[in-house]
């Protein structure tokens, strides 16, 4: 209690007692003074009785005021007992007379072994004797000393707290004790020396690092970033992110953007960007969100890498690709004219001789006698027989039919063939209509249904086939379907071998501005489609340059 208090209450004793002392002196001088009158026996009783009341009244209130102030002293005590913050309380020496709970749960020591000994006991060697003076010059000037300690617990693990020690007075303003108060900052410490070690790690990435807030103001900007932009992070934080976009942010698709956000947490995406120089690069970006505690966004970090050489780089390969499709093409076509040469000479030149040999032998077998006649006849059909087969090569080498009478005459010859010597039915369906492609995209689909029958015939197991051929739009669709055995397309090898195989039909379609679509399934089939422009630019710059 104030000194203030203690005299108002000391006052009312006294002036209590004063008045006590005078109705006993007035009963006594009533009761003494031999003066009769009515009632003047009673007047002494009379004022005792006052005075017992009013001291009665005095013992009842002085009760009140300490029931109240030890309900005050036991909250109080409830509330230093209850703390999350460690409580120590000191003599005006430093000998601990008190703990809290709170003290005992983060320093390992129990009361009853902290009690009569000093806070030496929690020391850690790692401040200075000036830390220390600064504490005592402090409090026995009757101020509070704040400080963050690194202490030491029982166990000997060290840990960091915020402390307060405050001096306490008594009524002559005399230091007494000390009471410090502290909170346990280790695993903020700890959270804070993870960040910073984070805040190093990703300020010496090489890549981009840049943290924003949801509004895309940047927050954080590492020397990846410097190196990348030319900006110094003065320079940049606090900035808009849009200022390192060519273009207008807007048109980046924000709402596709969000939807991820919301979804994955993370977005990638290539774009334009801008360096402080003016000069603009390819990069790909990665954003994540960044959480505070509880989880909730509050703000966005972006990783950022220089495509640029990759993109030249996927440009060169892409530039490589249309070459190599090119000179395939080229190849082709340049393959096919060698095998219709070839058939042309095995049809003119060795055909011719060999008829004429077949002429010649039957003016031998005419003029000589019955003795040779016979032999003469064995060659003759080996000469005939050399004829048809030489007939047969010609067109498997180069069908004539493919250049003069056109695309869906050597398809059905090609399909006869293999009825023929596979006994497979094979069903032409066509649009007979008069245009034709260009000789190059020709050679191209009959080669290209020829390697399908003859995988059909190979692997299919089919008992029939259906080749289909129409043209719409200035385009020319071809497709080829069996009733065999299927595959799954999505595990099935598109090999690179074998002959004229998919991969190769593919590309080569996708040089003259086609493709090719496989459509199976395991016991439903196969069906491929092949869809070329019938006018070919590409197609005459391949003649041009073969």
């Known amino acids: 209690m104030g000194t203030p208090a203690r005299l108002r209450a000391g006052s009312g004793w006294i002036l209590i007692l004063l008045f006590l002392c005078a109705a006993v002196l007035l009963s006594y001088r009533l009761a003494n003074s031999g003066v009769p009158g009515p009632g003047s026996s009673l007047l002494p009783t009379l004022a005792l009785v006052l005075a017992l009341l009013l001291l009665a009244a005095a013992v009842v209130l002085d009760t009140s005021r300490r029931r109240r102030a030890e309900q005050v002293l036991r909250q109080l005590s409830s509330a230093v007992e209850q703390t999350a913050d460690s409580v120590l309380i000191t003599d005006r020496n430093g000998v601990i007379q008190y703990v809290n709970p709170a003290f005992e749960a983060l320093t390992r020591y129990r009361k009853d072994e902290v009690v009569g000994l000093t806070p030496r006991i929690l020391k850690s060697g790692r401040h200075d004797q000036e830390f220390y003076r600064n504490l005592w010059e402090t409090v026995l000037a009757g101020e509070a000393f704040r400080a963050e300690f690194l202490n030491k617990k ?13 001096p306490i007075r008594d009524s002559s303003a005399a230091i007494t004790h000390f009471v410090s108060t502290g909170r346990d900052l280790t695993f903020r410490k700890r959270a804070e020396e993870a960040l910073r070690h984070q ?8 890549d981009s690092v840049i943290s924003t807030d949801l509004e895309g103001i940047i927050t954080f900007w590492n020397r990846g970033s410097e190196r990348l932009f030319g900006y110094s992070p003065v320079e940049a934080i606090g900035r808009n992110v849009s200022f390192l976009y060519p273009r207008n942010p807007a048109d980046f698709g924000l709402p596709e953007v969000g939807r991820s956000m919301r979804e994955r947490g993370t977005y990638e995406f290539e774009s334009r960007m801008t360096k402080m120089s003016g000069d603009e690069f390819d990069a790909r ?3 994540s969100y960044l959480r505070d505690a509880s989880g909730e966004p509050v703000g966005f970090i972006g990783y950022t890498k220089d495509i640029s050489e990759q993109k030249r780089a996927e440009e060169q390969l892409r530039a490589y690709e249309e070459q190599l499709r090119s000179l395939a093409s080229q190849l082709s076509l340049v393959e096919e004219r060698e095998r219709r040469r070839i058939a042309v ?3 003119d030149r060795i055909g011719q001789a060999l008829a004429i040999s077949r002429i010649k032998l039957d003016m031998l ?9 016979g032999q003469i006849e064995e060659i003759r059909g080996l000469v005939d027989q050399t004829i048809q087969d030489t007939r047969s090569l010609s067109f498997e080498l180069s069908p004539p039919v493919l250049y003069d009478l056109g695309l869906e005459a ?10 023929q010597q596979h006994k497979i039915r094979v069903t032409l369906e066509s649009d007979h209509q008069s245009s034709q492609p260009e000789e190059a995209l020709r050679v191209l689909l009959f080669t290209a249904v020829r390697e399908l029958l003859v995988n059909i015939v190979k692997h299919a197991g089919a008992a029939s086939v259906t080749i289909s051929i129409r043209r719409r739009d200035n385009e020319i669709v071809v497709s080829v379907a ?7 397309v999505g595990k099935a090898h598109v090999g690179r071998t074998g002959g004229f195989g998919l991969f190769s039909i593919r590309e080569r379609l996708h040089g003259l501005g086609g493709r090719l679509v496989v459509d199976s399934r ?3 089939g196969t069906k491929a489609t092949l869809v070329a422009p019938l006018q070919q630019k590409a197609v005459t710059a391949m003649e041009e340059a073969t």
Do not use: M
């Open 522 to 524: 395991p016991g439903s």
């Open 345 to 347: 000479e095995l049809h």
């Open 154 to 166: 029982k166990n000997g693990e060290l840990y960091h707290e915020e402390k307060t020690i405050t």
């Open 482 to 488: 069996d009733d065999g055995v299927g595959f799954d």
């Open 365 to 373: 077998r005419a003029s000589s006698g019955s003795g040779v006649a």
């Open 285 to 287: 970006i990665s954003l």
């Open 199 to 206: 805040a190093q790690i990703i300020g010496q990435i090489h």
């Open 410 to 419: 050597a398809i059905e010859w090609l399909g006869s063939q293999i009825e």
